[in-house]
């Protein structure tokens, strides 16, 4: 037995355990140092391709033939995830419908049904689609009607996100948070009455109401409380999603016409949305500027996607104004263009001749034409 063995032996005698054991342990502990730990990583190398199945969320992994003929597959539109993350408005692809906020009078039901829903704290179309009406404890015929109507009202109609704005259905939001009585007179004039499910019995009633109160009251309902808020929060959303990252692939900015052709094409119903937004538009903002609780407008005509994109704007108009001496003097586009590129005003501001051009074209303080060879040049007006 050498020296080694023997300071081994006493050292295990010492400790408590038999020789056997340190020499395993030492053995083990040797034979680890030259793996790093990583034995679990190099096992991967014999893992066999075809036992790797994807991960699911919970949803059907095996699909058959017959159930893809029959259509009979999971619902068409899941829940998208991104619905349960905070994502800002400007960074998504998709609104919540704005039939989650439709109130139960849509429905049309019966008084007793409704009133067995309002006593079990339900308003809105959202709140039944939320949940599984067979919990709620009504009778047959109660679920039988609200099952049949809800049906019926939210077919063909998106339930979970969408990139169309229902421009009527947010209306009619609109005029159900305020006292809708009130707000009839101003739908009158615009001829979208037709928003409101009511029966006849009280659209007799509120045609008394447009002779006795009139269009201001209709204005007061909607400009103030409830109704003004749920505007100013779902116009930011909607601008947002619609028009901010539209803006962002071109040069950020717009003229009011565009915006509105945007958002027109955006619409669900694109026959509705002229008399809506004229309606938006006299109630919110008298003087025409309806999105500028959204966007940053540097002119009567002109918006900007944001404050930086409208600092920029006006640094550039500044610059571009400073090469007009005398004010008579004209430039063609490009040559202007490539001057203020090399301004040293660009260098710090990083200007983006795509950017540059579009705020010579687009601003009201220089015009355009061309020339008899047919190049675009720019002056001041």
């Known amino acids: 037995m050498t020296i080694i063995d023997q300071l081994r032996k006493k ?21 680890g140092a030259y793996t790093h730990g990583l034995e679990s990583i190099y096992s991967l190398e014999n893992v066999d391709p075809d036992s790797i199945r994807p991960l699911s969320l919970g949803l059907r992994t095996e699909v058959t033939a017959d159930a893809v003929e029959n259509n009979d597959l999971l619902p068409s539109e899941p829940r998208e995830l991104q619905l349960y993350l905070d994502i800002p408005p400007e960074y998504r692809h998709w609104l919540r419908p704005v039939l989650y906020e439709e109130p139960l009078e849509v429905l049309q039901l019966s008084n007793h049904a409704e009133q067995c829903l309002r006593m079990r704290d339900f308003h809105t179309i959202g709140q039944l689609l939320d949940i599984d009406l067979t919990t709620l404890g009504l009778g047959q015929g109660h679920y039988d009607e609200i099952a049949s109507q809800l049906s019926d009202f939210t077919k063909g109609r998106p339930k979970y996100s969408t990139t169309l704005w229902d421009w009527g259905a947010f209306l009619r939001v609109l005029c159900y948070r305020g006292d809708v009585r009130e707000v009839y007179p101003l739908l009158q004039r615009y001829g979208l009455e037709g928003l409101l499910f009511l ?55 717009a003229s009011t016409l565009e915006l509105r052709e945007r958002l027109e094409l955006c619409s669900r119903d694109v026959g509705e949305f002229t008399s809506v937004w004229d309606l938006l538009s006299f109630v919110y903002s008298p003087s025409g500027a309806l999105l500028a609780q959204a966007l940053t407008q540097v002119s009567d005509d002109l918006y900007c996607v944001d404050a930086e994109a409208a600092r920029r704007y006006h640094a550039v108009q500044r610059a ?19 001057l203020l590129l090399r301004d040293p005003r660009s260098v710090w501001c990083g200007w983006s001749e795509a950017f540059v051009e579009n705020v010579l074209v687009m601003s009201p303080l220089f015009r355009l034409w061309k020339d008899d060879y047919g190049r675009r040049v720019v002056g001041l007006h």
């Open 11 to 31: 050292h295990t005698e010492h400790q408590g355990i038999s020789s056997s054991q340190s020499l395993t342990c030492f053995d083990e502990a040797t034979q």
């Open 199 to 253: 029966p006849r019995s009280v659209r007799a009633e509120l045609k008394g109401w447009h002779r006795k109160g009139g269009v201001d009251r209709a204005l007061e309902q909607l400009r103030f409380g409830t109704p003004a808020e749920y505007f100013r929060e779902q116009m930011a959303e909607v601008v947002g999603v619609l028009v901010k990252r539209w803006l962002r692939g071109r040069n950020e900015m």
């Open 320 to 338: 571009a104004v400073d090469y007009f001496r005398p004010e008579s003097c004209t430039y063609a586009v490009e040559h202007l263009v490539s």
